[in-house]
């Protein structure tokens, strides 16, 4: 059974850096896909970034050039390094793996989901 389990959440300034990890385990092959969601109060879950079963990365525009993600590669761990944060960052992060297909960047294509870990981006 696949698990996924999200730490490195926190509170920083607007400007600051964090580093999110998510630990993985029970994948079956190596055909699984995994990606980063937030999702603030009152707000849809969305897409902020995900790498293919190729280690290909994608990201939505309004992260780019600010967030990095990448896997280790075992697969073990997904990591999204976080800098010049903004307030507009701040919500829960979830992690999320998929093995069936889809645009990487939305969450139907994702049947396995971290708990969450919030980040409070305070201005």
């Known amino acids: 059974q696949v698990q996924l389990v999200e730490s490195g959440g926190g509170s920083v300034q607007s400007g600051g850096s964090l580093r999110l990890s998510c630990a993985a385990s029970g994948f079956r092959d190596s055909r699984y896909y995994m990606g980063w969601f937030r999702q603030a109060p009152g707000k849809k879950r969305l897409g902020v970034a995900a790498?293919?079963?190729?280690?290909?990365?994608s990201y939505i525009d309004s992260v780019k050039g600010r967030f990095t993600i990448s896997q280790d590669n075992a697969k073990n761990t997904l990591t999204m390094q976080m800098n010049n944060l903004k307030p507009e960052d701040t919500a829960m992060y979830y992690c999320a793996a998929g093995r069936s297909g889809g645009l990487l960047l939305r969450s139907y294509a994702y049947g396995y989901w971290g708990q969450g870990t919030q980040v409070t981006v305070s201005s």
């Open positions: 790498i293919d079963c190729g280690g290909r990365p």
